[in-house]
């Protein structure tokens, strides 16, 4: 047997445990996702199993959990509200709708695996993760504030008295345990949070506490419960929603939107989790499995999702490490659906509450409180800029952003780096050095640095320390020959790159007599997108 092999099955156990937890924590999320769609709640149980299956087995990123989310959730319930808006109110094509959204969706994020754009979560910058990381933890926070709420008289209110002092004291027991337990080493190879779940269950079952559970959860949310079958191939999905243009421009652009939102969140989780296994999953494989796993939850009746970052961390603080702990929890979530929905909904809310709370402050980048004056502004800007965004819009939007603010960053800081080191040779030639990036931020710059009227008659232009990086640049250098040409005078260029001296000459010959061809001549290539 392999040294690989061992490892994999000596993990086993840890992998089947932390999965188990990992499924726990998965039904209160899919239910409260599925009533913030808009939907019932085994649509997004279903969502959960299916998702989570597939990209488990399939995934390009052993360990990490997928299932309905949040993120998704929001963009959904205006698309099932105007589903709805299209035919008689019972017909309820808003589901219908949604089912065939979640399958262009799956398409456009497996034509993304296809394209190998999933390389391209590389240029997010570590301020923008950071800031990912904060907003989602706050994100997360806050959606576990809900359920400090309770029914009265057929509306939410905030707890109050004894209720919340129970919760309170079970939420803190729970988080205690998760706390407490990893500190006793012969219980140090248990998945805290599982321990802590069925802790604050036997309290609250044995002690007959009136408490919010899994099972009032649903029932509260106009549920029937937990109990279902296995998920149906949905045939209405094509009798239902028309298959012609009207129906794809109105189902295009929420599938653009879910397709960008899922591949951002799950493709940053990969990388968040890569830090912390140290080890290296595949994107382009995981946008495939993505895909792929929300066009089969589209035509089986689920409400589509991606990776979540709070099960993911659950799941690889559980000591949960290979696609058998997505498995486990994938199935066991099933089977809680098939046979044991009676016990799963005696779970009480307080105990998955206190797992959440533990995954937020595991989850906070911590360090950024340390690190954010001794960082750069711009990059402390972004940071705090891409956390705030997250809470008040979205991730896309905050992660979109947050790049546009880095680029544009490096572009400025960069621009002011063009340099022009000048002297005369003594045949009167006037040598222009030139050090730093020359792009389309630097060019003005650049230009700024010459004398084409005051200059002598032989001009050398010397590019060894500089780096011509796109096509504006190359445009910047052939108008300023045309400038020193027009005003009589010679000008030879030095140590172009390879590259760079044949675009020049292909758009126009003549700089051949220009250029001067070196030994020494730099290799890169303008505007590189060899991504590897």
């Known amino acids: 047997m392999t040294e690989f092999v061992k490892k994999r099955v000596a993990n086993a156990k840890n992998d089947i445990l932390s999965g188990l937890t990992v499924a726990l ?90 394209l190998k754009l999933g390389k391209f979560v590389r240029l997010i910058p570590h301020p923008v993760m950071m800031g990912f990381v904060n907003g989602l933890a706050i994100v997360i926070f806050l959606s576990q504030l809900g359920m400090f709420k309770s029914f009265q008289n057929g509306e939410k209110v905030w707890m109050l008295g004894t209720d919340l002092w129970v919760m309170l004291a079970l939420v803190g027991l729970t988080m205690l345990i998760m706390w407490g337990l990893p500190k006793i080493k012969a219980t140090a190879k248990l998945p805290e949070a599982l321990i802590g779940i069925i802790v604050v269950s036997a309290i609250v079952i044995l002690g007959k506490l009136d408490v919010a559970t899994v099972g009032s959860f649903i029932r509260d949310g106009g549920g029937e ?37 899922g591949l951002i969140e799950s493709l940053m989780t990969l990388n968040l989790i890569d830090e912390l296994t140290e080890t290296r999953g595949n994107s382009n494989r995981e946008c495939l499995a993505q895909g792929g796993a929300n066009i089969v939850t589209g035509l089986f009746g689920g409400m589509g999702g991606c990776a979540m970052i709070g ?12 696609r058998l702990s997505g498995i486990v929890a994938a199935v066991t979530l099933l089977l809680f659906i098939l046979f044991a929905s009676g016990l799963i909904e005696q779970v009480p809310i307080a105990a998955l509450v206190g797992v959440m709370f533990m995954v937020v402050i595991g989850t906070f980048a911590w360090s950024s409180f340390r690190i954010l004056n001794k960082i750069p502004l711009t990059d402390a800007i972004v940071l705090i800029s891409v956390s705030l965004l997250t809470v008040f819009f979205d991730l896309a939007v905050a992660v979109i952003a947050g790049v546009i603010m880095s680029a544009l960053a490096f572009a400025w800081e960069n621009a002011k780096k ?41 001009v050398e232009i010397d590019f060894i320390e500089s780096r011509v990086s796109d096509h504006s640049a190359l445009e910047a250098i052939f108008n300023l020959v045309g400038k020193y040409e027009e005003a009589g005078k010679k000008v030879k260029i030095k140590h172009l790159s ?35």
């Open 418 to 458: 063009i340099r022009a080191r000048k002297h005369v040779k003594e045949d009167g030639t006037k040598v222009y050095e030139i050090w730093g990036p020359l792009f389309f931020g630097s060019i003005q710059a650049f230009n700024a640095k010459f004398d084409v009227a005051n200059d002598p008659d032989k």
């Open 25 to 114: 924590a998965l039904v209160p999320e899919a239910v409260a996702f599925a009533f913030v769609a808009g939907v019932d709640p085994l649509v997004g149980l279903y969502a959960a199993f299916m998702i989570g299956l597939i990209t488990s087995v399939f995934g390009g990123r052993p360990g990490m959990i997928s299932g309905a989310t949040g993120a998704l959730a929001v963009v959904m319930v205006s698309l099932v509200a105007e589903g709805n808006a299209m035919g008689a109110p019972e017909e309820e094509l808003g589901l219908y709708y949604l089912f065939a959204t979640v399958i262009l969706m799956g398409f456009i994020q497996m034509l993304a695996g296809v």
């Open 225 to 261: 419960g937990l109990k279902g079958g296995l998920p149906q191939f949905q045939f209405d999905i094509f009798n239902k929603v028309p298959m012609n243009w009207e129906t794809f421009k109105f189902i295009g652009p929420y599938a653009l939107i879910l397709a960008a939102i």
């Open 498 to 532: 390879e590259e760079c001296q044949a675009l020049m000459i292909k758009a126009s010959p003549r700089l051949a007599s220009v250029i001067e061809h070196d030994i020494d001549d730099p290799r890169y290539h303008v505007m590189a997108n060899a991504m590897k």
């Open 311 to 322: 099960q993911s961390i659950i799941n690889i603080k559980g000591g949960g490490r290979t």
